[in-house]
C-alpha cells in the first residue's frame, strides 16, 4: 500500500464484476471482496461477509496480508456512521462504511454493485442468487438515496465514492475509469449547516441497531419519516454534484 490514502476497490457480485478480473494491481492500493466476490481474483486484502454466510463458501486458504471481516467488525464502523436503518443495509453500503472507518481511502471504486437485477438472466457472476435490495425491508427503500448519503459522507471525509460500472445502477456515484482512480481529486464546497441538519435528524430519530439486527426494530420505524430524509439526501447530493 503507498504512503498516501488508499485507492480501494470494492467487489460486487454482478454479473459485470467479472471485468475487474484482468485489472492490473498496480491500478489500487486495497481490494475488498463482499461475500462470493473473493472468487473473482486472487490478490484480495479484505473479504467482508454477513453472520449469514454459509462458512463452505469462505476461501480455503488466506495469506497473511488478507483478512476475513465479519459482522463483529463490521457492525459497530456503520453504526458510527448512523446505522443500518439511515446507511442501508446492502453489503455494499455496509462494507463501504467499514472501509471509510478502517482503511481512509481517498477514493472508494465500485465494480459489480449494482444492484439492478434483470428479470432473466445471470443476476450475480456466478449464475442466479438471492438479491438483497429486492426484500421488503425498510433499510433497502430507496438505494439511490442510501448511495447519495454515502457518498457525501464519504466525501466530508475528502474521499471519492465513483462507480466503475458502465451499467444500469442504483448507485449515484460519478462514473470513473479503473486506470484513471489516481487522479480523482475530492473538491467540495460542502453545504455543511445542510449536512448537519441531515445528521441530526437521524439522530433524533434514534434508530439505533448495536447488534446490527436491525429486524428487530422494523416495526418502530417511522417509514414516512425516513422517506422524508432520503429526499433530503438527495437533494443535497443534486447540489453537492450536479451532473
Known sequence: MTPDRPIVLILGSGPNVTAAALW?????????????????????????????????????????????????EFVPAQNKFGGFVHAG??????????????LRPKVMAFMGCDMVYPSQGPTHFYGTGTADPLREDITLTDLGAKSARLAIIAAEQDCACVNLSKDDSALLFPRA?????????????????????????????GYQTPTGRYAQYEDIVDKDAIADIDLRWRALFSQQFPD
Open 24 to 72: 492490473p494491481n498496480a491500478w489500487f492500493d486495497h481490494i475488498v471482496a463482499i461475500n462470493n466476490a473473493w472468487r473473482v481474483r486472487p490478490d484480495w486484502n479484505a473479504l467482508v461477509y454477513p453472520e449469514d454466510f454459509p462458512e463452505g463458501r469462505l476461501p480455503e486458504n488466506v495469506d497473511e496480508v488478507q483478512a476475513l471481516v465479519k459482522a463483529s
Open 89 to 102: 443495509a446492502t453489503m455494499a453500503f455496509t462494507t463501504a462504511y467499514w472501509a471509510l472507518a478502517e
Open 177 to 205: 475509469e479503473p486506470d484513471q482512480l489516481r487522479k480523482r481529486i475530492v473538491s467540495l464546497d460542502l453545504d455543511r449547516a445542510r449536512y448537519k441538519a441531515l445528521r441530526d435528524k437521524e439522530d433524533a430519530l
